[in-house]
């Protein structure tokens, strides 16, 4: 039994079909299918995003869905190629090899499966959390700054002008600029009516697999219009191998690793932040699905490295696949099996179909994708309601439009950590005061009638308290103490710390000495039972005394005689003076 229970925590498929029912089976195959319809058309654009030949998108399509199947716990997740990713890729390599290339093939397959082992060895070692310290204003500057990269990426297929490789943002928008006279309108209406029926589509029904429909669309227009010469210069797929990717290793080699290392490292991370980010946002709407973050690191990252032996541009997560796939019931890993089974059947047998699609068809269908990319509407929720959290978004926005992607990402990385590091080195310390007739104390900025006795002070500090932030909190205790030189009474009520360590220990050792010196009592209250367990272990306990801590506050207050005689009898017990050591 044992062994069954350890096989389905490994291999979450299992678990999952053991409890199927037959509409399950129904389901999750329609989702898959339905999933099929959309990733075949955005696998090859955003395989051209990347820099690869349409048919690399289709391979990553095929054997890391399978694994992914297998080994993932979100029944809805759907991976495969993604726009963000794309870009990382290309924004990357392409600074070390020309896109197209062999070389450039190569690098972009290793990038795959270094990504992956990257992925693997974070979910291997739980080390998951690590994301978590990349900030959510972070990440919408980042997508937000993405989203404008490849619109203007695109703009050169859409427009049908060639130009020039550059890696820096305004100077290819400012190519485009001076060289409009150039524009292929035949290509530009065929991105623009692509974009409109899109538009409709969606607005119909969003059920409807508009990214297929243009496209076919899109193949018939080519084809009649190439068939009475009138295509002229339009730019189209060509030929796509027809076929399964053979097995074939990726080029290691200690040199294309290390040049390889920040872009592995963007492209690993920010997948990381995708899948999970998705997977959990639709486990809130579907409490029958349970996503375990590590093994769902572990799937992904098994997922790339599985890929990169058959030729797959590197997969991440999807947001509009992964709507598409809940929305159509998907239950489990089923459905992204069912997706690569049908991405297989198109390689073996309807690659050929494809020669006549337009570029600028598959241009629209990024710039479609990338639509809700660019979130406005939290960059005005930030601006109304988090100016220090709006400051950081602005500045990796423009840190990676105006340097590039992965600048943009480690300057947005760094200040998600100097923010943390700023935040947990001041902690929220207020003043608190009695409110009238009762034994409860409020801060007295935000309580008009918070009363406190003006020879007492009592203090309350809301966050652990540890080596970063102990100096902000004993010089703020040193300040509240000299604006009173009539003080007598110091409580510290320690019910919103939640953690102390050493250092911690040791400034409050230094706080009681400094008040005794001024004969000042310095006492504790409301210190919680893993805090006080921490106290008792140390010198703290023994230099204070037993009688220095407290339950509550009035407890404190009563003992040191520091309330009113009508507050006398409030709340007051003889037994819940002393915390419990």
Request: with cysteine; glycine share 8%.
């Amino acid at each position: 039994m044992k062994r069954f229970l350890k096989l389905e925590r490994l291999i979450p498929l299992y678990g999952n079909l053991k409890k199927y029912q037959s509409q399950n089976w129904r389901q999750d195959i329609l989702a898959g299918t339905t999933v099929s319809v959309i990733i075949i058309p955005q696998g090859m654009a955003y395989a051209l995003l990347a820099g690869l030949p349409p048919i690399y998108g289709l391979y990553g399509g095929l054997v890391p869905l399978i694994i992914y199947g297998i080994f993932g716990t979100s029944g809805q997740l759907s991976i495969g190629p993604v726009a963000i990713s794309s870009i990382l890729i290309f924004t990357g390599v392409s600074q070390i090899a020309a896109p197209l290339s062999e070389y450039y093939i190569e690098l972009v397959i290793l990038v795959g499966f270094l990504a992956g082992v990257l992925q693997f060895a974070l979910g291997l070692f739980r080390l998951g959390f690590l994301v978590n310290f990349i900030s959510q204003p972070v990440i919408t500057g980042f997508t937000g700054a993405a989203a404008v990269i490849i619109f203007v990426s695109q703009l050169k297929t859409a427009l049908g002008i060639s130009v020039p490789r550059s890696d820096n943002l305004l100077d290819t928008f400012s190519y485009l600029a001076h060289h409009l006279s150039e524009i292929n309108w035949l290509a530009t209406a065929f991105c623009l009516i692509t974009l409109f029926i899109l538009i409709i589509l969606k607005k119909i029904n969003k059920a409807i697999p508009g990214a297929l429909i243009v496209v076919i669309i899109g193949i018939l227009a080519a084809f009649i219009l190439t068939k009475y010469n009138l295509a002229g210069q339009l730019a189209i797929v060509g030929t796509i191998p027809t076929g399964l990717p053979a097995f074939q290793s990726p080029p290691f080699s200690l040199e294309n690793i290390q040049l390889l290392i920040p872009t592995v490292l963007t492209v690993g991370i920010m997948g990381v932040v995708e899948c999970i980010g998705i997977a959990k946002g639709i486990q809130r709407d579907d409490q029958t699905s349970k996503v375990r973050p590590n093994m769902e690191l572990s799937a992904l990252g098994l997922s790339k490295m599985a890929g990169s032996f058959f030729q797959a541009l590197p997969s991440s997560g999807s947001f509009s696949r992964s709507a598409i796939n809940d929305e159509a019931g998907s239950k489990s890993g089923l459905s992204s099996i069912t997706t690569a089974l049908m991405v297989g059947l198109t390689l073996i047998f309807f690659t050929k179909l494809f020669y006549f699609l337009p570029s600028a068809v598959l241009a629209a269908i990024i710039i479609y994708a990338i639509r809700n990319l660019f979130d406005h509407q939290e960059m005005q929720n930030l601006w109304k309601s988090h100016k220090t959290d709006f400051s950081m978004m602005a500045v990796t926005f423009l840190m990676t439009i105006l340097f590039g992607i992965e600048k943009g990402v480690l300057v947005g990385v760094g200040l998600s950590l100097a923010i943390f590091i700023y935040r947990s080195s001041r902690p929220h310390i207020v003043r608190l005061g009695q409110l009238p007739n009762t034994t409860v104390y409020r801060n007295i900025e935000r309580f008009e009638d918070a009363r406190c006795p003006d020879d007492v002070l009592i203090v309350r500090v809301d966050n652990q308290l540890f080596y970063a932030n102990v100096l902000f909190f004993q010089e703020t205790i040193q300040r509240y103490n000299q604006k009173r030189p009539d003080l007598r009474l110091v409580i510290l009520d320690a019910s919103g710390i939640h953690n102390i360590d050493s250092t911690g220990i040791r400034v409050l050792n230094q706080l009681y000495g400094y008040f005794k010196k001024r004969d000042i009592i310095f006492v504790i209250s409301g210190a919680i039972g893993p805090v006080r367990d921490i106290i008792s272990s140390s010198e703290l306990l023994d230099l204070m005394g037993q009688q220095s801590f407290f339950l509550e506050i009035h407890d404190a207050m009563h003992h040191h005689g520091a309330i009113s005689e009508d507050d006398q009898d409030l709340g007051w017990s003889e037994d819940a003076v002393q915390a419990n050591f």
